[in-house]
């Protein structure tokens, strides 16, 4: 069972998507701040990271830089998640290195498509 | 001691006529010297209709000033025995603070005389070097100038009471026309609505157009009045600028397309994205000064509105026009309220002569300069530069191929002015742009064209039918990625000819610089474009409200009643406050449409008893909109006070009353979409935390933190739809762009309308969760 770590400071988010994810049959762990998210990714090596650009501490954007510069977890793909409008954040997700977007309201349909094509096409750039 | 004589007595008769005063002035002279008191005595006897008392102390005489107001001017030494120089200068300045005053000082105290002056007094003599004669002439100048200077100060007086009557007249008479204004407005709108022939549509047309610029010209006038009275406050909020630009080049590019004159923004350099400062007269004073530049520039000329970075943390706004321009005469006086240019150069504001003073006041309350440059026939340029410090900047991501390198984009347009400004636009966002402005130059731009092609290509709609096939079949093959076409208006033909063309966006007319950075990368994610199709349906819901319109006004309510007929809503009606308390129960209406200004029980005080009527109630509490001709800020203040949850000035326009009754409706009660049982299991503790959310957002708008409710709105927004909540998403948006502008009763508003359906949803879901499958 593929393992997906959320990152969000929204507790009720994180709950709602957890129960989500699990009926969809993926495995889930929590984190609510850019640090405790870099421990949980070491301790439970995901296959995905859902990361909330706009966290309290150390913004979203910081931890992303850390997961990217850290050797044993840039391999893990990040999706970021937003609830901040407009296409600049999106493409600046995607410059610094994240493999989907989500934005917020996350419909159900978009949450599980934009991780299962982000895992699909991180696997095949691995197999390749 | 003090000693009183009449002096001149004995040639009285014979010297009236010499004397420049009427009645009889007694002098103090305040003088401990014996013999200099003779001096002046000596000095003043020829002089009719003078009495003159003496003191020889300072506290004796300031005793005498107290006492007896008859005193007219004082002659005093400076050295008492109970005090010295300045200080006996200063008591008695005080204690005759509008008595002509002066001062005897000894033969080397030159300066400390001239300094007297200074300090207020008329006039000063130095002891042992005046004559006689030189004496009588410095009591005499003291006495006209001070008669003088009173009626000076009292004809002042008249005129500020004069002026302020006439800012409270025209304030009260604007006020007054606005109402039955409203009326006709009203009722013009909705007769637009029918179907009428050509002329007839027309004539409405035109009375409506009478209408709104009767309304601007009152508008101004309370403006102009409130500036004047020293009571209009600038609202300082953080504001994004593109968006007011955007704003401001739509409400001037239709009636400059209409006119036949090109109308275009440029944004010389990148200018801080968001910016704090008074967003709606910044507004007003643009689109005063691009309608007035509209008005004087005839069909083919142009338009052009210039904003760049000024000197730290400013921003100039320039308006420029290819008009018939101003001699120098006129432009001494384009800034004079009331006066008109002779030429036939009005000022803006439907020419009554008040738009351009208007903006010149307002600018220099946002602590700028309106400035003009213009010559007779060579158009003329209105700019000004104000302090707007920045929030935040602009970061459009910077457009690569992915493999680092800058994307290149073919801007075809035709227009110079706008094509311009488009590929400066397009550059400050890291673009290579080229031009191209005809068939030819596209052909040629294509044939130049960058080692990695055109990524996009931005085409004018004008240019799509003189392309030869071989041309498009070209521009189909060259740009790889993009194919943005710019439209006038998205018509139908149009869009299905772009389609054909191969072009997969379009971007609307007038250009601005976010337009199209939207217009280019939307075309290129239509994922997105889906998504906020599907949230802007999330907010649009059916509403049906029980309303009560309470207006003392037949006419005004007939005027809402007109405005709501094809509407789901159900109307009542009262024509008071009494027959509405009457009517009103807790409950019993979604909402009420409260006239503030009614005969017996006022609007607020009806607002407040509603509100004490719903306290002991379990019902929801209704929404109160206060409606008023009133423009003043206080007002809002006053009926938010009264329990009122908006607040609508008079006249209301038929879009701002729908959009009103639509934020303050009821919701339909089947929002919740159905989720996951997991999910469902979860929603009761969720819903708590949006009652704790709702508390916490009141609690800090108590405390002016808007920047908490941001926050509180923004989390709501995000979690809402997870729990099948859509809604909950839409107002938590709501929530966060009410505090973003920090509107305190947009943000009550969005809380009222967060508690009810958290409120609503808790009744409604506790039973299923339990008996789930």
Same mark, same amino acid.
């Given at each position: 069972?593929?393992?997906? *770590?959320?990152?969000? !400071?929204?507790?009720?988010? +994180?709950?709602? #998507?957890? =129960?989500? @994810? ?5 495995? /889930? ?19 995905l ?5 706009? *966290?309290?501490?150390? !913004?979203?954007?910081?931890? +992303?830089?850390? #997961?990217? =510069?850290? @050797?044993q977890?840039?391999?893990i793909? /990040? ?50 | ?53 003496r003191?020889?102390?300072?506290a ?18 400076l ?19 509008d ?18 002056i ?10 042992g ?21 009173k009626e ?19 304030a ?19 007769l ?6 050509n ?28 500036i ?21 080049i ?16 440029d944004?010389?350099?990148?200018i ?21 530049a ?6 083919g000329g ?8 000024h ?28 006066e008109?240019?002779?030429g ?26 309106l ?10 340029e ?11 900047q ?8 992915g ?15 706008e ?21 030819q ?22 240019l ?22 710019v439209?006038?208006s ?5 869009l ?26 939307r ?6 474009r ?14 049906s ?8 006004v ?36 979604d ?24 306290r002991?109630?379990d ?52 929002t ?47 979690n ?12 938590g948006?709501?929530?966060e ?37």
């Amino acid at each position: 069972m593929k393992k997906i *770590l959320l990152v969000d !400071d929204d507790k009720d988010l +994180l709950r709602a #998507l957890g =129960a989500r @994810l699990r009926t969809s049959g993926y495995e /889930v762990a929590f984190a609510t701040d850019g640090v405790s998210c870099i421990s949980a990714a070491v301790k439970e090596s995901p296959s995905l990271i859902l990361l909330d650009v706009g *966290l309290p501490a150390g !913004d979203g954007y910081k931890c +992303l830089e850390k #997961l990217q =510069a850290n @050797l044993q977890l840039n391999h893990i793909p /990040v999706v970021m998640l937003t609830g901040r409008e407009g296409p600049a954040v999106q493409e600046r997700c995607m410059r610094e290195g994240a493999r989907g977007f989500l934005q917020k309201p996350v419909r159900k349909e978009d949450l599980l498509e934009v991780i299962e094509t982000t895992l699909v096409q991180s696997e095949s750039s691995c197999a390749s | 001691m003090t000693s009183v004589e009449t002096l001149g007595a004995r040639n009285q008769q014979a010297c009236s006529t010499r004397t420049p005063w009427t009645k009889r002035e007694r002098i103090l002279l305040i003088e401990d010297n014996p013999d200099d008191a003779l001096f002046l005595r000596r000095a003043l006897e020829s002089v009719p209709n003078l009495e003159l008392i003496r003191a020889e102390t300072l506290a004796e005489g300031t005793a005498l000033l107290e006492s007896d107001p008859a005193i007219s001017l004082v002659f005093s030494d400076l050295g008492l025995p109970d005090s010295d120089g300045a200080e006996t200068a200063d008591a008695i300045l005080h204690h005759a603070a509008d008595k002509p005053v002066i001062i005897m000082t000894g033969s080397d105290d030159l300066e400390l005389g001239e300094d007297m002056i200074l300090r207020g007094a008329q006039d000063y003599l130095v002891k042992g070097e005046f004559s006689l004669a030189h004496a009588r002439r410095v009591l005499r100048h003291a006495i006209v100038r001070k008669n003088l200077e009173k009626e000076l100060f009292a004809a002042r007086r008249a005129a500020e009471q004069a002026s302020l009557a006439k800012g409270e007249f025209l304030a009260e008479v604007s006020h007054e026309i606005r109402t039955p204004l409203n009326v006709i407005l009203g009722l013009t709108e909705v007769l637009m609505d029918e179907s009428w022939t050509n002329t007839q549509s027309e004539q409405l047309q035109t009375m409506k157009r009478a209408g709104d610029s009767l309304l601007s010209l009152i508008n101004s006038v309370l403006d102009l009045s409130k500036i004047e009275a020293g009571r209009l406050d600038l609202v300082q909020a953080d504001f994004d600028i593109s968006e007011l630009l955007e704003n401001f080049i739509d409400l001037v590019a239709l009636p400059g397309r209409k006119k036949g004159v090109s109308v275009s923004l440029d944004l010389v350099d990148p200018i801080p994205c968001v910016v704090t400062g008074d967003s709606n007269r910044l507004l007003q004073v643009l689109t005063n000064l691009a309608w007035n530049a509209l008005k004087f520039t005839e069909s083919g000329g142009f338009v052009k509105v210039e904003v760049q970075p000024h000197a730290r943390d400013q921003i100039r706004f320039s308006v420029q026009d290819s008009g018939i321009g101003m001699t120098e005469e006129e432009l001494l006086r384009v800034f004079d309220a009331y006066e008109q240019g002779s030429g036939g150069r009005a000022n803006g504001s439907s020419s009554t002569g008040l738009g351009l003073p208007l903006c010149q006041k307002l600018v220099s309350l946002m602590g700028g300069d309106l400035r003009v440059d213009s010559q007779r026939g060579e158009g003329s340029e209105f700019h000004f530069a104000i302090p707007l410090s920045p929030k935040g900047q602009r970061s459009w991501p910077a457009p690569s191929d992915g493999k680092g390198e800058q994307r290149s984009v073919l801007v075809a347009i035709r227009d110079d002015q706008e094509r311009g400004a488009a590929i400066r636009a397009l550059r400050h966002s890291g673009w290579l742009a080229s031009a191209a402005n005809g068939p030819q130059g596209i052909e040629q731009a294509l044939d130049r064209s960058p080692t990695n092609g055109f990524q996009a290509c931005l085409l004018d709609c004008f240019l799509m039918d003189e392309l030869a096939e071989s041309t498009i079949d070209k521009l189909r093959r060259s740009v790889t990625r993009v194919k943005v076409a710019v439209l006038p208006s998205p018509r139908e033909t149009d869009l299905l000819r772009c389609g054909q063309l191969g072009f997969e966006g379009t971007i609307a007319r007038p250009l601005t610089p976010s337009r199209l950075q939207h217009g280019l990368h939307r075309t290129q994610s239509s994922a997105l474009r889906d998504q906020q199709a599907a949230e802007c349906a999330d907010g649009r819901l059916d509403p049906s409200a029980r309303i009560l319109v309470v207006d003392d006004v037949k006419d005004n309510r007939s005027v809402v009643e007109a405005f709501l007929q094809s509407t789901n809503h159900r109307l009542d009606f009262a024509d008071s406050g009494e027959r509405a308390l009457e009517k009103f129960r807790p409950g019993a209406y979604d909402i009420v449409l409260l006239d503030m200004r009614m005969p017996g029980i006022s609007g607020l005080e009806t607002a407040r008893r509603m509100r004490l009527s719903e306290r002991d109630s379990d019902h929801s509490p209704a929404r109160i909109i206060a409606l008023t001709a009133d423009a003043f800020e206080e007002n809002h203040r006053e009926s938010a006070a009264a329990g009122c949850d908006l607040h609508l000035s008079k006249p209301i326009q038929r879009r701002t009353l729908l959009r009103a009754l639509e934020d303050a409706s009821p919701r339909p009660e089947e929002t919740v979409v159905e989720v996951e049982p997991e999910i469902a299991a979860l929603l009761p503790s969720f819903l708590k935390n949006r009652e704790k959310d709702v508390r916490q957002a009141r609690q800090a708008l108590g405390s002016d933190d808007f920047e908490s409710v941001e926050t509180l709105g923004h989390n709501i927004k995000g979690n809402g739809s997870v729990y099948g909540l859509p809604l909950l998403s839409h107002l938590g948006r709501q929530l966060e762009a009410a505090a973003q502008s920090r509107k305190s009763e947009r943000i009550t508003s969005c809380l009222n309308q967060i508690a009810d359906l958290v409120k609503h949803t808790m009744a409604n879901t506790t039973g299923p969760t339990e008996t789930k499958p």
